[in-house]
């Protein structure tokens, strides 16, 4: 069932094309949005969106006034006098801030609030004079997905053949230029020229887009998709590729949302507009992505969090055991007692510290196991061998105990062994404490 309602969005005559063009404009926009991230400027495409808005407008008085009637006409003079219009908005930004103290962001939100006010005011007048193509304005400003027809499926296969095609040959110098433009230059990179040809494509692509989700809302198909990449992937070519799935992902479950949705409801005169449940769609993955992808997620992140706090506990406790150890053992009253955790927290470090092996119980009494000992020994040994190292930086010696209380907990064996090299296997910390040799640690 679930089956055949997806296809029906490739194959129905009216689905078709809307579904298939939004999939297009999407993966392109994502492909050019990972390169806005990745510059930090992502209000970069919130600025360009709106500065060709004026463009958009005065276009349509040029073909109402010279042209009227030739309503076929309109994407393409849309499109121009929104390039245009865009390519004199990236202008006046780079002048601004070369010319005037104006910061990044100051010079942003002034272009994105005057050539969209410039826009508004064009589009009052059009209002009242040529209402049928102030209708078809509307359209760019708010988006309108569902009108799309066949031609714009190839105006689309053809934005994003251009981006992919210039991303592949150009992806070493973007590279370059993205994360160090010095170096870039030692290497005769042309940086100008590579800088032009990524403002083209982020030009281009807002400019076809805002067909498909409007003006309002078209920045947000560039980060969205590109800010879900980057939490699964560390390496640039994985988040392009993620990316535009992601986009192409929005794109799909956005006609499909706004499709379907309404017959849940039973009501089929509820409508959601394509263009909101597009952008939703890539927003939904974005906050997805934010929470749960595995290295950057905040869930996950909590939970490494938790572990790591849970382990520095549980290594205190048998670092204190180590040290109050005698052949009687000590009570759950007498470790409680000598630690700062409450009794309940207490009872179950020590069942876990059993449950592990680590701690072995004779009527009320806890003893460390050999293992225990071998795991304690290493943290102590740890934690002199760190106060024996600042002590060799020239740090005073009763300033290094707190440093070494956080660092016995995460010193890997590859250090631990570079600070034996390097300290000559020390036998006493710097407060003439034995540190435990190695081999009985392992």
């Given at each position: ?35 806005v991230l990745m510059r930090k400027r ?186 879900a990449a980057r939490q699964w992937s ?74 790591f706090r849970w382990n520095c506990k ?129």
């Amino acid at each position: 069932m679930i089956l055949s309602s997806v296809w029906q969005f490739f194959s129905d005559p009216v689905l078709q094309a809307p579904t298939i063009a939004s999939m297009l404009m999407c993966l392109s926009s994502a492909l050019v949005g990972v390169i806005v991230l990745m510059r930090k400027r992502s209000l970069l495409g919130e600025a360009l969106s709106h500065a060709a808005y004026p463009g958009v407008i005065l276009s349509l008085l040029f073909l109402s006034t010279f042209f009227p009637g030739q309503y076929d006409l309109v994407s393409l003079s849309v499109l121009i006098g929104g390039f245009i219009s865009a390519c004199i908005g990236l202008w006046f930004l780079e002048k601004m801030q070369k010319l005037t103290r104006v910061k990044d962001d100051g010079a942003l939100c002034f272009i994105l609030s005057s050539f969209f006010g410039i826009g508004v005011l064009f589009a009052s007048r059009m209002q009242t004079t040529n209402v049928i193509y102030y209708k078809m304005a509307q359209m760019f400003l708010y988006g309108q997905v569902a009108t799309m027809t066949g031609s714009h499926i190839w105006i689309y296969t053809g934005l994003t053949l251009t981006v992919i095609t210039i991303i592949l040959l150009c992806y070493r110098p973007i590279i370059l230029v993205l994360f160090d433009r010095d170096f870039s230059r030692v290497l005769n990179t042309p940086v100008r020229l590579i800088e032009t040809i990524l403002f083209f494509l982020l030009v281009l692509a807002i400019v076809i887009g805002i067909r498909s989700v409007g003006v309002v809302l078209m920045s947000g198909m560039l980060i969205a998709p590109s800010v879900a990449a980057r939490q699964w992937s560390n390496r640039l070519s994985k988040i392009f590729i993620l990316s535009a799935v992601f986009g192409a992902v929005s794109g799909f479950l956005g006609n499909y949302l706004s499709f379907e949705v309404p017959k849940w409801f039973g009501n089929e005169r509820f409508s959601f507009p394509t263009g909101p449940m597009i952008l939703l769609a890539a927003i939904f993955l974005a906050f997805f992505s934010l929470l749960f992808s595995p290295k950057r997620g905040f869930i996950f992140r909590l939970w490494r969090i938790a572990r790591f706090r849970w382990n520095c506990k549980e290594e205190n406790l048998l670092k204190l055991l180590w040290k109050l150890q005698t052949q009687e053992g000590l009570s759950k009253k007498e470790i409680q007692a000598k630690s700062s955790l409450s009794y309940a927290h207490t009872t179950f470090l020590l069942g876990y510290l059993k449950q592990q092996g680590w701690l072995k119980k004779t009527g009320f009494k806890y003893h460390l196991t050999s293992d225990g000992i071998q795991r304690a020994a290493r943290v102590i040994r740890l934690h002199r061998l760190w106060e024996a190292y600042l002590v060799y930086l020239g740090q005073g010696i009763e300033k290094v105990h707190r440093s070494a209380e956080e660092m016995e907990h995460i010193i890997s064996p590859e250090i631990e062994a570079q600070l034996t090299e390097l300290l000559n296997d020390p036998k006493q910390d710097p407060h003439l404490q034995p540190i435990p040799a190695r081999e009985t640690t392992l």
